[in-house]
């Protein structure tokens, strides 16, 4: 027998092989992409993290970022005491009847029962405010009554303050349909959002929708990316080891294209904020949700 | 008989497919010695023996800074007879000591969970020390992922 | 630094075997990372010790090492033979120590 042909029979081993490992590397890939079928029950009430997108919507479903979690994350989000965004909320808690500024007030003074006063108020945010002329995230409408009807100072934006109370009252939301206004006045905004999130951005030339449209449930190295739905902000992610906004998650996202990012609370960010909330419109809001 | 380049493609791509699979062998979580040292330490000279210790743990962990792990050890908790200690090591860490439970007669169940850092795949080992001196071990391969795109 | 919380049953059937769940906030600094501006390593700041008592007697502990990821969860359990107050104690590596007290009825 000629000696290349035992090469070649070696090779073709190898090669069956080879062929082998990648069809059993490609199947392992394409099972981890699809989000799962797991339902997300938080102390007994079902939250919905599947639903038919809205009018205009490039996806036939939207999922929740939980279903694209593994079992043992998911898990953590479905009980109150074992996710660990709660003790935040304990502190906003305690924050919600403290009194402070030069009115002698606390939230509770005006708003009274948190669970009666804030049910909802997550579900349409950034929302217009007719004062300001311009919408407002959360966090900006909660300066806005700490500075002016509380004679309070401001709260950073990412500090444990401001986390905890923009996650007690998402809680307020929980399993409530996310329904962020867009049209009207919002409309500018929108499209200043919608724009910022197709345009291509910084030294790896990205922009949101390559990942979270074009690729959404695909692998990117280690992580399983979702449709890049913010209905779970404030959200505990293991990578900070504590609770984070919208925008220091929007903010690291363009970090890694090796983008200058926006600053927190500019125009930007709250118009991509409108935006991104637009497009998981329908989902439940999970706040204060658990994610990687 | 030279390699097609379609060949040659497929063998590097298997190869690389592997890679990413991330299949361990056992050589790859053969115990460090500082490993072998405290669990023989914790073990007072007791033989190791297998069962009644069964340990939880996914099996890929989807961030290596938060990984649910449980322990269970089987005894009758009575003053008797009961699980004194259980201590878990992460044979992969920088260093491998991660906690260590005490249980009393009063635990009534000798279970434990927490949530633990691991730096890479690697063997998460529990070794538990029953009143009596027997020592009883188990061990669970966790694959880490590592890299992505997390913002 | 946010309080402890803990999940206890209020009430337990007496010898009944609870579950109870504890989680503190705090970063566990592990030691290993290092400053990005000065390439000294961060010093390591954990809870090291976690400790229940019931009625005053010890029934259950932790020695804790950076291993344990941040805000630390324990869960275990207890066997409960009578009434009375469970207390929970972490101690920081700077000797600041963390209490919290639960107490449980137990009926029939």
């Not at chain 1, 029950?41 to 970022?65: E, H, N, Q, R, W």
């Not at chain 1, 009252?169 to 499209?191: D, E, F, H």
């Not at chain 3, 390591?44 to 976690?50: A, G, H, Q, T």
């Not at chain 3, 090492?65 to 009434?83: D, T």
């Amino acid at each position: 027998m000629p000696k290349g042909f035992k090469l070649y029979g070696l090779a073709g081993v190898a090669a069956v092989a080879g062929v082998a490992t990648v069809a059993l590397g490609l199947s392992i890939q394409t099972l981890m992409a699809d989000p799962n079928n797991n339902e997300l029950v938080v102390d007994g009430k079902k939250i919905t993290t599947k639903v038919k997108p809205p009018k205009g919507s490039p996806f036939d479903t939207l999922y929740s970022g939980w279903r694209f979690r593994s079992k043992e994350t998911q898990a953590l989000q479905a009980d109150d005491f074992e996710n660990p965004g709660f003790p935040l909320v304990d502190l906003a808690r305690e924050l919600w009847l403290k009194v402070e500024g030069t009115a002698g007030k606390s939230c509770s003074s005006c708003h009274e029962d948190a669970a009666k006063s804030m049910k909802g108020v997550r579900t349409n945010m950034p929302k217009w405010n007719d004062a300001k002329g311009r919408p407002l995230t959360l966090e900006q409408h909660i300066n806005l009554c700490r500075t002016e009807r509380m004679g309070a100072k401001k709260w950073k934006w990412e500090s444990n303050h401001m986390l905890g109370m923009t996650a007690f009252i998402g809680l307020q939301s929980r399993g409530m349909p996310v329904k962020v206004q867009t049209n009207g006045k919002m409309k500018p905004w929108w499209k200043r959002g919608k724009d910022l999130y197709y345009t291509r951005v910084g030294q790896l030339d990205m922009s949101c929708a390559g990942c979270h449209e074009d690729n959404a449930g695909k692998m990117i190295r280690a992580d399983h990316l979702s449709q890049g739905n913010i209905n779970g902000f404030p959200t505990y992610r293991f990578k900070w080891q504590k609770m984070g906004s919208v925008h220091r998650r929007f903010k690291g996202c363009m970090k890694n294209i090796r983008a200058k990012p926006y600053k927190r609370g500019s125009d930007e960010f709250v118009a991509l904020e409108i935006y991104v909330a637009s497009r998981g419109q329908g989902l439940s809001v999970e706040t204060p949700a658990v994610r990687n | 008989m030279e390699l097609t380049k379609r060949e040659l493609l497929l063998l590097g791509s298997g190869a690389i497919a592997t890679m990413a699979v991330g299949l361990p062998t056992a050589s790859a979580f053969a115990a460090s010695a500082e490993v072998e040292k405290q669990i023989a330490a914790f073990a007072g000279g007791a033989k190791i023996g297998s069962g009644k210790v069964s340990l939880t743990a996914p099996e890929i962990a989807e961030n290596g800074n938060t990984v649910p792990i449980s322990v269970d050890v089987e005894s009758p908790m009575t003053k008797a007879d009961y699980v004194k200690s259980v201590m878990l090591l992460a044979t992969g860490n920088p260093a491998p000591g991660v906690a260590t439970f005490h249980f009393s007669p009063m635990s009534g169940q000798a279970s434990a969970t927490t949530r633990i850092r691991l730096a890479k795949t690697q063997e998460v080992i529990a070794v538990a020390k029953m009143s009596n001196g027997s020592v009883f071990m188990d061990k669970k391969v966790v694959k880490v992922t590592i890299g992505g795109c997390g913002g | 630094m946010a309080k402890p919380r803990v999940k206890v049953p209020r009430t337990a059937s007496k010898d009944e075997v609870i579950t109870i769940k504890t989680l503190i906030s705090h970063k566990m600094e592990s030691g290993q990372r290092k400053d990005r501006k000065t390439g000294k390593k961060i010093p390591r700041k954990i809870i090291n010790k976690f400790t229940v008592t019931f009625n005053g007697v010890q029934v259950f502990a932790t020695e804790i090492q950076p291993g344990v990821s941040a805000n630390p969860f324990l869960q275990f359990n207890i066997k409960v033979p009578e009434s009375g107050e469970f207390e929970f104690i972490w101690v920081d590596d700077d000797g600041s120590i963390y209490k919290t007290k639960k107490s449980i009825k137990v009926t029939g």
